[in-house]
């Protein structure tokens, strides 16, 4: 019978553990490069989350009293909206694990349901308006993770 040839895998650097995976390598290296947080410190994508999230406060509003009759939003809905945004805002600027955690969850859910609206665009300013915010919000959340991974997970007691 003939005999497969299989592809020679690297041998994996010494490593405190033995038996560790590669990719659990790779993910015990990447955690000994980061720095976690100083006191006080607040890293930029955090403060950036948070300005975010105030100013969504701030805009929505005045917008909210702009709609007449069936167009206004349920005042309920809105008024979780604004708690939910006040409450992630205050949680970022004092960089708190969940408040991070909790934007990127609705970041995600942005980029995801703004990216499918861009498919069905009908015209090239309704698409340049998804990819507007699509863009940036991308970016917020890509520069996230890493500063979420320099918050300290708070421990459970």
């Known amino acids: 019978m003939g005999r497969r040839s299989r592809k020679q895998r690297k041998p994996l ?9 590669r990719t659990e390598a790779k993910n015990a290296a990447a955690r000994a490069e980061l720095e976690p947080l100083r006191e006080g410190e607040r890293p ?14 701030v805009v929505q509003v005045p917008l909210y009293f702009l709609f007449d009759g069936e167009d206004r939003p349920a005042l309920p809905g809105f008024v979780g909206f604004l708690l939910l945004m006040l409450v992630m805002a205050w949680g970022m600027w004092n960089v708190k694990y969940w408040a991070v955690l909790g934007f990127q969850a609705l970041l995600a859910i942005v980029i995801l349901i703004v990216s499918l ?12 308006l998804c990819a507007a915010i699509v863009v940036p919000a991308s970016a917020l959340f890509w520069f996230m993770v890493r500063a979420l991974a320099r918050i300290q997970m708070p421990t459970l007691r």
């Open 44 to 57: 930029l994508p955090v403060t950036i989350g948070a300005i975010v999230a105030l100013t969504l406060v």
């Open 13 to 21: 650097p010494s490593s405190p553990q033995a038996g560790m995976s």
């Open 117 to 128: 609206l861009a498919f069905v665009a009908s015209d090239i300013w309704t698409f340049l």
